[in-house]
C-alpha cells in the first residue's frame, strides 16, 4: 500500500497532516503528507492488544489498550476552529467516555471526538457544545469511518461518510493545545480500540469530500500517483533498524 500523496486531487488541500499508521515507521506516526509533522507512538506495548494490527482495507492500524496508549501529537498544528479530522476505527467498548481524538484546554475550549457513556454513539466538538450522534451508531463489530468538519459555524460529526450529528459553533480557541489521539491532551479518557489512516485539515470538507474518504473508490484519488518516490525515515530510539527505505512505484486502479 503506497504512502504517497496524490498533491492534483482535490481532497490534498488543505491537509495538514497524514498518518498512515503502518510498522514500517516503527515508534513514529510519520507523516506522509509532505510536511513532516511526524508523532510519537506513546506507552504502546507492541503486542496484540497494543501496538499494530490489521486495520481496514488491507492497511496497518493502532491497537489501543483502554489504559495508557496513545498517539502524542504537536501544538499549534490548527491555526482557526475551521478543520476536518478523519479516520478509521473499531471500537471494542461503545458506553464509557472514551477519547479518540482530543486538542483540549479545557471542556470549553476544545476540539474533541468521544465515544459517549450511554447510548452507542459519539459526540463531536466538546463537552460543553456537543454534535451528538443517533444512538446505535457505532457497534463492536468491524470499522467505521469517523470524521468531524467544523466550518467555524457549525461542527458535524460524520459516520461512514454520512452526517450524523451536528452542533453550533464549538467554542475553540486555544489553537497552541498539543493534540493526542487515543486519549485526551494531557491524559485521561483512555480509548480501547483501533485507529487507522489519520489525518487533519485546515478546511471543513464538503459532505461530498467526507463521503469520499469513506468510499474505497474515491480514496484511492488521494493515495496513488504515477512515478517513483522514496522516503529515509530515521529510527526512532530503542528501534532496532537504523533506517528504513519505502519505495513506492506505479500503481493502477483496479
Known amino acids: 500500500w503506497p504512502f504517497v500523496l496524490n498533491r492534483a486531487s482535490p481532497q490534498a488541500k488543505g491537509l495538514i497532516l497524514w498518518y498512515p499508521c503502518t510498522s514500517r515507521f516503527g515508534r513514529?506516526?510519520?507523516?506522509?503528507?509532505?510536511?513532516?509533522?511526524?508523532?510519537?507512538?506513546?506507552?504502546?506495548?507492541?503486542?496484540?492488544?497494543?501496538?499494530?494490527?490489521?486495520?481496514?482495507?488491507?492497511?496497518?492500524?493502532?491497537?489501543?489498550?483502554?489504559?495508557?496508549d496513545?498517539?502524542?501529537?504537536?501544538?499549534?498544528?490548527?491555526?482557526?476552529?475551521?478543520?476536518?479530522?478523519?479516520?478509521?476505527?473499531?471500537?471494542?467498548?461503545t458506553t464509557t467516555f472514551q477519547a479518540i481524538f482530543s486538542c483540549f484546554t479545557g471542556n470549553s475550549d476544545s476540539m474533541e471526538i468521544f465515544v459517549n457513556d450511554t447510548g452507542d454513539r459519539l459526540f463531536g466538538g466538546n463537552f460543553s457544545n456537543q454534535a451528538l450522534t443517533n444512538n446505535s451508531t457505532i457497534t463492536t463489530t468491524g470499522f467505521h469511518h469517523i470524521g468531524l468538519t467544523s466550518d467555524g459555524s457549525i461542527t458535524?460529526?460524520?459516520?461512514?461518510?454520512?452526517?450524523?450529528?451536528?452542533?453550533?459553533t464549538t467554542n475553540f480557541s486555544t489553537f497552541s493545545a498539543i493534540f493526542r489521539i487515543g486519549d485526551?491532551?494531557?491524559?485521561?479518557?483512555?480509548?480501547?480500540?483501533v485507529i487507522g489512516d489519520f489525518k487533519l485539515y485546515s478546511r471543513a470538507l464538503s459532505a461530498g469530500e467526507m463521503w469520499n474518504q469513506y468510499d474505497p473508490q474515491t480514496r484511492w484519488n488521494l493515495r496513488y500517483r504515477p512515478g517513483l518516490k522514496v522516503f529515509s525515515v530515521p529510527a526512532a530510539a530503542g528501534d532496532a533498524v537504523p533506517q528504513v527505505w519505502v519505495q513506492y512505484r506505479r500503481r493502477h486502479a483496479g
Open 184 to 193: 485526551r491532551t494531557g491524559g485521561g479518557f483512555p480509548f480501547n480500540g
Open 156 to 168: 458535524t460529526v460524520f459516520i461512514n461518510g454520512l452526517a450524523n450529528g451536528t452542533t453550533g
Open 70 to 93: 496513545h498517539v502524542l501529537g504537536l501544538a499549534s498544528v490548527f491555526s482557526s476552529n475551521v478543520l476536518t479530522v478523519s479516520m478509521w476505527v473499531k471500537f471494542f467498548a
Open 28 to 68: 513514529t506516526a510519520f507523516d506522509v503528507g509532505g510536511k513532516f509533522r511526524h508523532a510519537t507512538l506513546t506507552n504502546f506495548g507492541f503486542t496484540n492488544t497494543s501496538g499494530y494490527v490489521a486495520g481496514p482495507n488491507g492497511t496497518e492500524a493502532l491497537r489501543y489498550d483502554a489504559t495508557d
